[in-house]
């Protein structure tokens, strides 16, 4: 039993599932207004562009608040199977040895994730601001 959440620790299981994700990433969800995403996306409301950490910084300090939390299409599917569905799951790929990378983990194993198999690679975890306007996901990514 994981001590923190009373489940099991997903990294004692067989996981029924592996899924790929070559890079972590962590998800900085902003709740805004369309006027807001057309400012900060150079009109473009919509789809997704990798930028620098520079800029992901500035988006980011110019959205207020935020939430964040493990984000990336193998991750949420992991997450999606083994909360919703109790299937055991597991991520292999990199992960930064920043804190995001360490948010990253701790995330999916709260959510019954085995990432016992991750990389952790020196530098940066993978972060996108996802702003969330109108039924649009907006997003910008530094890798």
Same mark, same amino acid.
């Given at each position: ?16 599932? $592996? ?11 902003? +709740?805004?207004?369309?006027? /807001?995403? +057309? ?5 473009? +409301?919509?789809?997704? *562009? !990798? ?11 110019? $959205?207020?608040?935020?939430?964040? !939390?493990? =984000? ?19 991520? +292999? =790929? &990199?992960?930064? /040895?920043?804190? %995001?990378?360490?948010? %990253?983990?701790? @995330?999916?194993?709260?959510?019954? $994730?085995?990432?016992? *198999? ?8 993978? *972060? @996108?601001?996802?702003?969330?306007? &109108?039924?649009? *996901? ?6």
């Amino acid at each position: 039993m994981d001590a923190s959440s009373g489940s099991a620790d997903p990294s004692n299981v067989p996981a029924e599932v $592996v899924l790929l994700q070559s890079v972590a990433l962590v998800d900085h969800l902003c +709740i805004v207004d369309e006027q /807001t995403v +057309i400012k900060l996306s150079d009109g473009a +409301i919509g789809g997704s *562009r !990798r930028c620098t950490e520079q800029q992901l910084q500035q988006l980011l300090s110019e $959205v207020g608040e935020f939430t964040c !939390r493990a =984000g990336g299409s193998a991750s949420n599917v992991a997450r999606g199977l083994a909360t919703g569905f109790g299937v055991a799951t597991a991520v +292999i =790929g &990199a992960c930064g /040895t920043d804190e %995001w990378g360490a948010l %990253w983990q701790a @995330s999916m194993r709260r959510s019954g $994730v085995c990432t016992q *198999r991750m990389v952790k690679v020196p530098g940066c975890t993978g *972060r @996108s601001a996802v702003l969330l306007a &109108a039924g649009e *996901r907006t997003c910008r990514t530094y890798l």
